[in-house]
């Protein structure tokens, strides 16, 4: 009975981690390649769909805001005010979102003449429809672990991927930066996915862990963290397996301290006339000289009395801001911007604009394109590999080899693994307990599964 170097026993693990991980993650790796690759180009794809709402041949005037809403409210009965886009240029529809029975809709309303040009719900709308696909599967909750399980295997295939193929005295450039061409077909393939890995690895690491904060788990752990080590001083920005997350305490104590502070200095000026119009067309007028970058949203007090929130939804989040007004005056009462975020929030903001294709323009774009796809190239070659290389009635896991490769080191990167990403520890447990505790004792799926050599 032969003896296994130092290591090898790892080793020959991490290279069965790698294969089920490849196995797991191709499906999720081409499907969110495709609907991720679809949604950075959002922007150019909804000017186009709403093309025939932004060139309304109209001279007449505009009419108010709250004329506009009041508009939007008698298309859809029983519905009230959740947000009114400001208009990025004239002759563009206004965009009025109005909910009602938990359901968000978007009317498009002529400034001019207030006829309703199109109702939708927000839900139906081609974007967040996709955005829903791409990061829940349509499944909520449920879809958004999925996604996340493929996630953080798609990064333990990537890093085991590197370690495994890390040139190891090979004389010149070929099988590394790019595919040898005269070697075969089994060779090619083999290349192919060594190489397109070795190129996309670095972009896509940085993909994978900017969209991770959406995710339910490792989202809701980055909320806990902050909380703990008090690093919190706004609430996060970005839905958590696709919702919003739980309101931060400190935060909206914060905001109530700031939005009563300004409201005792407009105290006294509330017993004089109150300007022309509602409360909206009021706050309107009044943000915007702020010049928010656009989409701005004008969200209506929670409570009567309370603040008018005004805020900028750009995708580019470097670029966002918020404001509260008093509707009654139509002064401004507090003002927040991205620089004044905590560094851990700006980070990941940076981080999710980059994700979405927004925070360089087209060049974001193409890069995360180029990233999607070469991603989707990694996982078609491996299973082309796999396919080609598979024993006839096995799964086909690599055979156990007899090197060994830096045991203690690859102990250490999987436990920082496991703690990075915690659904990622979990499932890795249970994948060892299944494997020493059952699939060792059962002998057929023991040797369908590669484990009985090791």
């Not at 505009?62 to 002759?91: E, F, I, K, M, W």
């Not at 029975?101 to 429809?129: C, S």
């Not at 470097?318 to 005056?329: H, Q, V």
């Amino acid at each position: 009975m032969s003896v296994l170097a130092p290591g090898t026993r790892w080793y020959n693990t991490v290279w069965r981690w790698h294969f089920y991980a490849g196995l797991l993650c191709i499906p999720f790796v081409l499907w969110l390649a495709l609907t991720g690759s679809l949604y950075l180009w959002r922007p150019q794809v909804e000017a186009w769909l709403d093309q025939r709402f932004d060139h309304l041949a109209t001279s007449a005037p505009a009419r108010s805001p709250d004329a506009q809403v009041a508009a939007a409210l008698r298309a859809v009965p029983g519905a009230s005010l959740r947000s009114y886009v400001l208009p990025d240029a004239p002759g563009h529809a206004v965009r009025v979102i109005v909910t009602s029975g938990g359901v968000d809709t978007r009317v498009y309303v002529d400034p001019a003449t207030l006829a309703v040009l199109h109702v939708a719900p927000e839900a139906t709308r081609l974007f967040p429809l996709l955005s829903r696909l791409h990061g829940e599967l349509l499944a909520g909750t449920i879809g958004s672990g999925i996604v996340e399980i493929a996630a953080c295997w798609a990064v333990t295939m990537l890093l085991t991927g590197l370690y495994l193929w890390w040139p190891r005295a090979r004389r010149g450039l070929g099988g590394v930066l790019y595919p040898r061409l005269r070697g075969g077909k089994r060779l090619f393939w083999r290349d192919l996915h060594a190489t397109a890995g070795i190129w996309v690895s670095l972009f896509a690491l940085g993909l994978i862990g900017t969209g991770l904060p959406w995710a339910n788990v490792w989202g809701s752990y980055l909320v806990e963290i902050r909380a703990l080590t008090g690093t919190s001083n706004g609430p996060v920005d970005w839905t958590i397996g696709g919702k919003p997350p739980k309101p931060d305490p400190a935060a909206d104590l914060h905001a109530d301290h700031a939005g009563m502070a300004g409201m005792a200095g407009m105290m006294a000026q509330r017993s004089a006339a109150a300007p022309p119009g509602g409360d909206l067309t009021r706050v309107v007028r009044a943000a915007q000289p702020l010049a928010l970058a656009p989409p701005v949203l004008v969200a209506p007090p929670k409570t009567p009395g309370a603040p008018w929130k005004v805020s900028s939804d750009a995708a580019d989040r470097p670029l966002r801001a918020e404001a509260t007004f008093d509707g009654a005056t139509g002064q401004i009462l507090h003002r927040s911007d991205f620089t004044e975020r905590h560094w851990i929030d700006r980070l990941i903001g940076y981080g999710i604009a980059a994700h979405e294709g927004a925070l360089f323009g087209v060049a974001n774009q193409i890069a995360g394109t180029l990233t999607a796809l070469l991603l989707a190239l990694l996982a078609g070659s491996g299973a082309v590999l796999w396919w080609h290389r598979r024993p006839v009635g096995l799964l086909g896991a690599p055979i156990p080899l007899t090197r060994p490769r830096y045991g203690p080191v690859l102990i250490g990167g999987i436990v920082a693994l496991g703690l990075s990403m915690p659904l990622f520890g979990a499932t890795l447990l249970l994948v060892l307990a299944v494997e020493r505790l059952v699939l060792r004792n059962l002998r057929r799926p023991k040797r369908w599964l590669g484990l009985s050599l090791v």
